[in-house]
């Protein structure tokens, strides 16, 4: 039956890098800390805050890139995490409701 | 005391003519009387306000007095401010009470200032009337039955009325400009990333500035000193050489070169309006400026532009908005998607809502391309048009808006009508430039016209100069609203 | 990022798995179910923790090739250039699996389904092969597959159902106003590979494309940063213009002769008895015809037992080759009188004879002969000449 079929597999990783702050903000990365103490006003989205970009962490992505050969450069773009316009499908874990990706292209 | 201006208020307060306590208690006791007649406050707290104006008379008696030490200032309810109640006119946020303070008002009390109270808007700065504040409208002194302007109207207004001596505001489509042209006061736009947006809740990032609203150009410039300023807190907020915004106000303006594009002149403004703006270019004529016509071609596409850009990082911002860490949250629903539906659905008012669809739309697969790219191709293209003018001119003038104040209600049944109020300021936001407008005459009912200035990045200094060597010349904006005294 | 690749062993193949993109991202916080009687809690420590994206080609084609592709990726972010820590039970690193199956031979993919936050190589490997056998179990009866999302059961071991994956959600991407474009200029780019050891992927690449290595050895030669670095210093301490081939010399005898002695005595490769330097040298003396290579092997035990430089030993012992061909002639004519029987064996066609022939040379010198030279020069003197 097997000789018959063929199977493709694509992977999709997620790895958290080990930054000492957030990816938009000053917060701890902490592993373990009592729940909600690790998330400031950034992290939860209150009004008026506006998010900074964490140097080191486009560095250790560029350590990625380099380490498999491929081509950097960055681009950050917000993608928001809304399906399509008619319904509206929000995550309560996803504070700012809006994910900014840092799409690298080749520069 | 109430109307004088800030700058004389200064003084006053520095020669011990009176204290900042006396001072607040003045324009709190005009507010308990006046604000209901023109709703320009939506937070008012006296004893707050009170403990900051003793703090700052205690700084001048320290002798560390600085220009703003003591003067009472009326805060656009966009602005976060520890402890106070923050709603941007919106119910969604009408119970939300602020754990910080925005860096602009962090430099306001470092300086010593008095917060007077929260101003009314139109909700989340979506609006050219103040009439979609979930507060109630707000009404224009020179004639209550008419707006303000938006979205900044409660700051206009309080200005107006002689209820504050200066307001901040924000001018993402001519918020800060257009109220204070409707409302006969002064008011300044900054180059885009002048004044930190940390605390300043968004609507369209890419386009909001904070900026002062004043009873003349020098106001403008002892506000400005203290808004501006580098905030690492935003990516977007410029790292510049501290300027003094009152440097140019003594400069002459013989040989000045100021732009007229023909399209701030062409149909679509009232007679009225362009004959005020026609004869205040008179007067800077008459002060010995040449004058050119000059054009800007892609012009007609900043309202089509504005309201696709602004729209779509509307809704990108407006999503946190959701019931769950603070805020409205519906009273009653059926799970986690329909708390969502029903909290929005019911904290945000009508425009918000058009808005918030609308830049949904231009983001969604397949329109995309269409529109929001486009949109942004061609706001490239209207600053391009004002790269070239300025080679050709010192500063712009022109109408800030293309008529004077009209009646509540309006033009409230058609959203494209209201947007296009905006057709003489949008253009400055796309294009990140610096935006003053200053009275500069009346319309035949008595309701005030606006002069725009729009000056090249890094002019406000220069435009403040100009603006008030107009301001030594002609009494415009001394005039009051007919029933204040 | 986009492009570039992984490469991965499985069974002694090897193979080369594309990578799409690679983006960085924030991460959600965490829903906490238990401990809250009909509530969710919702944690937002997490939230905001930089995650890097990886994207690969749907390359693989079996879950072992999954599996392995996962682990080698698995040690390159945290061994390697350590930008994770890897904990997998904390969620530093989490896999989705996109499968889908086709007919043998077929060019286009088949409908696929994503299953998500696989957090262990075995659960990988088994919720694939469940995938897979529950997709040709549907498409072999006739049915068609629905593109959905599902998660893996571990205690059924079984992949089920999230919920219909609509069609692409409509994730709405735009520049991000508030955050400024982050130029990644060369010079920052340099500043990175320069502070960042280079990683064994890296080295991989190099050691092809540098040394001519090929493909297999340069993986056996990164599979650990130990065997890497002694192998580098050891090229590094030659002239590789005098010696071109002497990389691959090396190479071989690091992972032959000294690993395996490193391994009988427990031994990591930086802490043996002979430096990188010094094993150079012993290869240089062989590739420039100072010593034979099983005089080299002679050398090798006397520098492992405490004689460090290999010159000096075979000065000592007088180690060196015998190259002088007269001299060789000599020892060759002194054979060929001494080995009728083998002679004769040889001219009437027994290959093995002359072998003999060869090691009697080699014997009376002590192994010290020029084998090459020898074979020749017997050679020669045995077809009559």
Known sequence: MRDKWEIVIGLETHAQLNTRSKMFSGASTAFGAAPNTQACAVDIALPGVLPVANREAVAKAVRFGLAVNGSNAVNINRRSARSSPAKTISIPTFPRAIRSASTRRPS | MHNATLKSLSASLSARAFSSVELTRHFVNRINQLNPKYNCFITLDPERSLKQAEAADRMRSAGRGQPLTGIPIAQKDIFCAQGWLTTCGSKILSNFTSPYDAHVVERLNAAGAVTLGKTNMDEFAMGSSSETSYYGPVRNPWDVDKVPGGSS?????????????????????????????????????????????????AFASSLDQGGPLGRSAEDLALLLNVMAGFDPRDSTSLEREWEDYTRELGKAVKGLKIGLPEEFFAKGAAPDVVRAVETAVGEFRKLGCETVEVGLPNMKLSVPVYYVLAPAEASSNLARYDGVRYGYRAPEYADLPDMYKKSRAQGFGPEVKRRILIGTYVLSHGYYDAYYIQAQRVRRLIARDFAEVFKRCDVIMGPTSPTTAFRIGEKMGDPVQMYLNDIYTTPANLAGLPGLSIPCGFDGKGLPVGLQMIGNYFGEAKMLGIAHQFQQATDWHQRMPPGIQ | ?????????????????????????????????????????IDLNRAGTPLLEIVSEPDMRSAQEAAAYARVLHKLIVEDIQICDGNMQEGSFRCDANVSVRPAGSDTLGTRCEIKNLNSFRFLERAIEFEARRQIGILEDGGKIVQETRLYDAERDETRSMRTKEEAHDYRYFPDPDLLPLEVSDKWIEEIRSSMPESLEAKRRRYVSEYGLSLDTALQLTSARDKAEFFEKSVRATDIKLFPKIAEDIANSTLGVLMSRANDEGLELSRIPITPQQHAKLRERVADGTVSTSIAKEILDAMWAGERDPDSIIAKRGLKQISDSGELERFCDQVIAGNAQQVADYRSGKEKAFNSLVGQVMKLTQGKANPQQVTEILKRKLSGR
Request: proline fraction near 3%; aromatic fraction near 4%.
């Open chain 2, 153 to 201: 109207g409660g700051s206009a207004a309080a200005v107006a009325a002689r209820l504050a001596p200066s307001a901040i505001g924000t001018d993402t489509g001519g918020s800060i400009r257009q109220p204070a042209a409707l409302s006969g006061i002064c008011g300044l736009k900054p180059t885009y990333g002048v004044v930190s947006r940390y605390g300043m809740i």
């Open chain 3, 1 to 41: 990022m986009k492009g570039g690749s992984i490469t991965i062993d499985v069974d002694g193949r090897k193979k080369t798995v594309r990578l799409t993109r690679a983006h960085l991202e924030e991460d959600a916080g965490k829903s906490l179910h238990e401990s809250f009687r009909d509530l969710t809690g």
